[in-house]
């Protein structure tokens, strides 16, 4: 049966706490206020009464929402006043030991039919209720900083809770104006878990001197549509908080190579480069402000050889009598470039074979230019390789082989670089300057491999059965930000399309954590969207 919740008490008045305090008493839930340490509770709610009276003097809430929502907060000192509301949050240090002790307590002072909920990012709920006497109404609620805006919570059942207690709470946090998403208690619920794949393949890319930081971040910001680079988002959320959770998910799957982290966040974590924090991580900081690039992280590939060199080159080339074969993995990618060049006067060379003169442009998918020119039959040294995964009009990628000579790097740069020609803008017919971005060879490109992960693990997920396919996609797009969701995201580009950049990229590294989950090949190799479910079953997984 679903409680109807008048009342709730927040122990831990952080900024997490408060936040928690905050959406509960705008939507006319009574909160009471508790903080171990003397005067943080008061602190808290004086800090929150600030803040919402400066969003009264904008004209957000009106004084009568002001005045209503500042006196369901109440401050207690003494935790056993607890005793008569329905749900208790912990909000509290993330430490096993110390939670457990906690709840241990909080046993002692309420009724048995509240309801204590824990907002644990990281630990098992199932361990944090393990000493309790009712583990049946222990559950995750768990929250994303800044909770006002985040409008995303996770509910987490552990392997004793209630059915009731689920319901109950994923109903409160609909009423605070949030989504609550259902998740089984594994590392990482959804949120944390589906947010691997992205930091973790960028530092991946860029520990193999694809392309150095800067030249990452901007091709998934806008080639791929995410909000903020890994990077920036690294340096944001900051090394000290990301690369332990990096270790402790890891670790907890009992060391999958998905979730593997890099070396190089643990010797920034050593070297003190934290972030915007301490004004220095892969960028650096003045008063909270990017200035500039730490020039010592940038790739072998870009040292050596200068964009800026094919930029120039670019900008000088004579296109007037450059012709082009296209070799393409997919029709729709050739039938796009194809009338991209013709547009711009360009010769296309459609003989069998390129002329020795020809550039060659390969769009491809989860391979190197090396061995694409070699399956296509043709010379590297005239092949530039294109990603057509990203939208041409915003960003490209170009990826020239290792014996690819410069003229015809240069070409390809006059071509997609950005003087060319060939971006419009979406509101007029007006030429654009869109930007283009040159990376050494890789197995996939930088998008391809970061957005293929992404949707991979998400379908993975799906399969484990931690949750919805819908809940999934939610979760990770309000979450984490990101474009859409990694379900939605593989209908959209194609499943067959992601199964064939990972499966050309395991087959080529051979390694595992680029093993396409069994959910998406399945799909792929029916042609159903990544969203449909099994319900044959007596007892289906959902």
């Given at each position: ?441 890789s197995t996939g490109f930088v998008a391809q491999r970061v957005v293929a992960m992404v949707i991979n693990l998400g379908c ?83």
């Amino acid at each position: 049966m679903i409680m109807t919740v008048k009342s709730l008490a927040i122990i831990g008045t952080g900024i997490m706490g408060m936040g928690i305090a905050q959406i509960a008493a705008q939507a006319g839930i009574q909160v009471l206020l508790f903080d171990a340490k003397a005067g943080a509770a008061e602190q808290g709610r004086q800090s929150l009464q600030a803040m919402l009276e400066k969003l009264a003097a904008k004209g957000k809430f009106t004084d009568e929402q002001l005045q209503s929502t500042l006196s369901n907060l109440t401050v207690i000192e003494d935790i056993a006043k607890i005793a008569d509301v329905d749900v208790v949050i912990e909000a509290i240090i993330e430490n096993l030991d110390i939670k457990k002790q906690l709840f241990k307590q909080l046993e002692s002072l309420v009724p048995a039919e509240t309801i204590l909920a824990t907002n644990t990012s990281s630990l098992a709920v199932t361990a944090i209720a393990s000493d309790c006497e009712h583990p049946e109404r222990v559950a995750g609620f768990h929250f994303f900083n800044p909770v006002p805006l985040m409008k995303i919570v996770e509910v987490i059942p552990g392997i004793s809770t209630k059915p009731s207690v689920v319901e109950t709470l994923t109903t409160l946090a609909k009423r605070m104006g949030h989504l609550g998403v259902v998740a089984k208690d594994t590392p990482g619920f959804i949120v944390n878990h589906g947010g691997r794949a992205y930091g973790t393949e960028a530092l991946k890319i860029l520990g193999e001197g694809i392309a150095g930081f800067e030249d990452i971040d901007r091709i998934l910001r806008e080639g791929a549509g995410f909000r903020m680079g890994p990077f920036e988002l690294l340096d944001l959320t900051g090394i000290d908080v990301s690369h332990p959770v990096m270790e402790s998910i890891y670790n907890q799957y009992y060391s999958e190579p998905r979730y593997r982290p890099h070396p190089l966040t643990r010797q920034m974590l050593t070297g003190n480069k934290l972030g915007r924090k301490v004004g220095e991580g892969f960028y650096q900081y003045k008063n909270g402000q990017k200035v500039t690039a730490d020039t010592s992280e940038q790739s072998s590939f870009e040292a050596s050889v200068s964009k800026d060199r094919f930029s120039q080159k670019g900008a000088d080339a004579d296109t007037s009598n450059l012709s082009v074969w296209i070799g393409a993995d997919l029709a729709e990618d050739k039938q796009q470039l194809t009338d991209h060049l013709n547009a711009n006067g360009i010769t296309i060379d459609d003989n069998d074979q390129p002329n020795s003169d020809s550039l060659i442009l390969l769009a491809i998918y989860g391979e190197d230019t090396t061995n694409a020119a070699i399956r296509y039959q043709v010379n590297p040294k005239q092949a530039v390789a294109i990603d057509m995964l990203t939208d041409l009009s915003k960003h490209r990628t170009l990826m020239p082989s290792i014996v690819t000579e410069d003229n015809f790097v240069a070409q390809a740069y006059a071509l997609f670089g950005r003087n060319n020609k060939l971006g419009k803008s979406s509101d007029e017919d007006s030429e654009v300057a869109v930007d283009a971005t040159l990376i050494a060879e890789s197995t996939g490109f930088v998008a391809q491999r970061v957005v293929a992960m992404v949707i991979n693990l998400g379908c993975d997920i799906a399969m484990q059965g931690i949750a919805t396919p819908k809940d999934i996609d939610n979760a990770v797009k309000l979450g984490l930000g990101y474009p859409y969701g990694p379900i939605s995201w593989g209908d959209e580009l194609g499943a067959e399309r992601i199964l064939l950049i990972l499966e050309r990229i395991y087959g080529l590294t051979g390694d595992p954590r680029y093993r396409p989950s069994p959910w998406l090949q399945r799909h792929a190799k029916l042609g159903i969207s990544l969203f449909t479910q099994q319900t044959n079953l007596i007892n289906p997984i959902f």
